[in-house]
């Protein structure tokens, strides 16, 4: 029996450590949005849950918005839409 546990342990330690460095094999230009990725349709404020800018080594600067349903759109951070709703969301979150 402590075989059979102590080969259990191991199996699932191991299982832990691969699922872990599978992270790292990720490609960080997953979250970078490309040409022809953007949309100029304004989203409506009720739909987002959050936005995240990418990252900087990304060739196109942007913004990548979540609606509730868990769709990602990649939206210019220059569209006027999107600034007056960053600019509420920063002003509402100064606020509280």
């Not at 691969?18 to 304004?42: D, H, L």
């Not at 600067?61 to 839409?81: M, Q, S």
């Amino acid at each position: 029996m402590k075989v059979f546990s102590l080969a259990l342990l191991t199996l699932l330690l191991a299982a832990l450590w691969t699922g872990s460095q599978g992270v790292s094999f990720r490609s960080p230009y997953g979250a970078c949005c490309y040409k022809g990725m953007f949309i100029r349709k304004k989203i409506p404020v009720s739909l987002i849950r959050s936005y995240q800018e990418t990252p900087s080594h990304c060739s196109h600067k942007a913004v990548r918005v979540e609606t509730r349903k868990g769709i990602k759109f990649c939206v210019d951070p220059e569209e006027r839409w999107f600034q007056q709703y960053r600019l509420k969301k920063e002003s509402t979150s100064a606020s509280m």
